[in-house]
């Protein structure tokens, strides 16, 4: 429902004062109409002076302001801080009677050392895919080693932003999971090192690394990003889930101040948004796309990408026009309030360094006056252990965006899908990704729409966009952000039996909560010992280059590891 137009005349209508009334008494209306106007006009989001059109408000968008309500929007809180369908809905990961213990798969002198990649989530998904490859290999895994070299230059370890022993213990019944590499005779074991391609399927490592791994029993692979394939049987894909949703807590301090953040935002309002902004120079830079800032915005720019040799020019314009830009805050405050959230909202902000600091913010501030971010809610002495280590700063974020009412996601990075992803699997909790490509031309063409009209086409654009069940196709898209194979449906209103909204399996609910997969069978891949291997990696391997292994040749100091473009992906991970 469309937020209520202003009362005033009618378009097209027009009212003569009767010739009897005299002028004093028409004086009198006009200052009366006079005082109206300018009483409507200060409930208005106020005008914004910006010398830079893209990033702060044009003209055309200062007269779209004076007309947009502060006040109305949807009355109905379902829509806006929930699904109704969401009750019908819940994550289900427990694997299956095939998925048979760690005990019986994991084989000895067989062990996996994985080097994850880029900033916090992009190394979050390379230690879920490690746990997965580790079963797919019947390999013991060494608790994965975080990146600490590339573009975020976080020092932390494993265990200073993970629990570690939470870790090992969830998952013993899947993988053998040990805290430092093997050793021999007193001394480390020198690790083989390879490096897989990206999206590897199961067969994949079956015919790459399993062969390695018998001859010399310990494998480290580097760049660990992105190096298992998007499409498993349903069974490594719950252990996915396993990893991503209940292994992964953060260690005791951060989890600590993000709940008090979180404590801080309720204490505001019963809810809130979550938004991560991710208008960052570097992003900016990156997506190569341009937003009115004339020259100085293009210098400032060009002057950052010129950091990736290899990054291609991209025509700018052509970049907003296919949606692979993100909105400037003017145009996520516009979606959010014409989606029907009002100006008394309290926003948390999850973003670095913004792209012309408070000049850019200010729109979306006279949006939405209450903003908040974790430097705002937390004291100096708070923050302070956690201010030199962007993964953990990193995590903070996660955890209040995570526990929000509404998430809404800018870009389409890595912190973006995993929680489009857990938010999904714990409820499907409101989630809105703005649909960028078709919204752009809406907003080129506000200044000539009011209010209503503008409303009514972005909630329209936003169909489909929202976080909704079913939303998304099962196995359409990253699994990390549509984990379909994870959520399962109620058939029924009175019936225990789920059904898997993959349409795999239905599972009977067990009075403990423990969902088990109908009928017992073979395990889903091949339990190889060690001499059942050697005729095993016969068949040609289709994601083959027909180069057999990949085996790097690089030193054992992952820091030297040099990339085709040291910080192009790091740059998108968060």
């Not at 991209?314 to 003017?330: A, N, S, V, Y």
Request: glycine content about 8%; overall charge positive.
């Amino acid at each position: 429902m469309g937020q209520p137009r202003r009362r005033g005349y009618p378009h097209g209508r027009h009212h003569r004062c009767p010739r009897g009334i005299a002028l004093p008494a028409a004086g009198a209306g006009l200052l009366f109409l006079s005082v109206s106007l300018l009483s409507v006009s200060l409930l208005s989001a106020p005008p914004l002076a910006d010398p830079r059109p893209g990033l702060g408000t044009s003209s055309s968008s200062r007269r779209f302001l004076r007309r947009h309500p502060a006040r109305g929007g949807w009355t109905g809180q379902d829509d806006l801080w929930g699904s109704k369908l969401a009750s019908n809905f819940h994550g289900c990961s427990n694997s299956s009677s095939r998925f048979l213990d760690s005990g019986i798969t994991t084989q000895p002198d067989r062990y996996l050392i994985v080097v994850t990649s880029g900033g916090l989530n992009q190394q979050r998904t390379g230690i879920v895919d490690a746990v997965v490859a580790a079963r797919i290999l019947n390999a013991t895994l060494v608790v994965p080693k975080l990146d600490q070299t590339s573009f975020w230059k976080d020092s932390s370890n494993f265990s200073e932003i993970f629990d570690m022993d939470w870790f090992i213990s969830f998952l013993a019944k899947d993988v053998r999971i040990i805290k430092e590499p093997p050793e021999k005779g007193g001394k480390a074991m020198k690790p083989y090192k390879m490096r897989v391609p990206r999206k590897c399927t199961p067969r994949c490592y079956l015919n790459r690394v399993l062969p390695a791994l018998l001859k010399k029993h310990v494998i480290r692979m580097t760049k660990y990003d992105y190096r298992l394939s998007n499409k498993l049987d349903t069974d490594l894909q719950k252990l996915r889930c396993r990893v991503n949703y209940h292994s992964l807590r953060f260690t005791d301090p951060i989890q600590e101040l993000a709940e008090k953040l979180i404590q801080r935002m309720r204490e505001k309002n019963r809810y809130f948004i979550a938004l991560h902004l991710r208008f960052e120079p570097d992003m900016l830079a990156f997506s190569g796309c341009y937003y009115g800032g004339g020259e100085k915005e293009r210098r400032e720019l060009a002057a950052i990408r010129r950091r990736w040799r290899t990054l291609h020019i991209r025509d700018p314009e052509k970049g907003r026009r296919q949606g692979r830009c993100p909105l400037t805050p003017e145009e996520v405050g516009l979606m959010l309030r014409a989606l029907g959230y009002r100006s008394d909202v309290h926003i948390y902000v999850a973003s670095g360094e913004i792209y012309g600091g408070e000049d850019t913010l200010a729109s979306l501030k006279a949006l939405f006056p209450n903003f908040h971010t974790k430097e705002t809610l937390s004291s100096q002495e708070e923050l302070a252990p956690f201010l030199k280590f962007s993964s953990r700063m990193a995590a903070i974020d996660f955890i209040v965006c995570e526990e929000s009412d509404a998430f809404v996601a800018n870009n389409i990075g890595n912190m973006a899908k995993i929680l489009a992803g857990q938010r999904r699997y714990f409820g499907h909790k409101r989630t809105i990704r703005p649909n960028a490509k078709q919204l752009y031309p809406l907003f080129m063409k506000r200044g000539n729409m009011s209010w209503d009209a503008f409303a009514s086409q972005v909630r329209t654009i936003q169909k489909g966009y929202m976080g909704e069940p079913m939303e998304i196709t099962p196995g359409r898209g990253e699994f990390h952000a549509n984990p379909a194979a994870c959520i399962c449906e109620k058939t029924s209103r009175n019936s225990a039996i789920v059904k898997s909204i993959s349409g795999n399996n239905l599972e009977p609910v067990t009075d403990s909560g423990i969902r088990k997969t109908i009928g017992i069978s073979r395990p889903p891949y091949p339990v190889y010992t060690d001499e059942e291997a050697d005729g095993s990696d016969t068949e040609e391997d289709p994601d083959s280059s027909g180069r057999g292994e990949v085996i790097d040749t690089e030193p054992d100091d992952d820091s030297a590891v040099r990339q085709e473009d040291p910080e192009l992906e790091e740059i998108l991970s968060d």
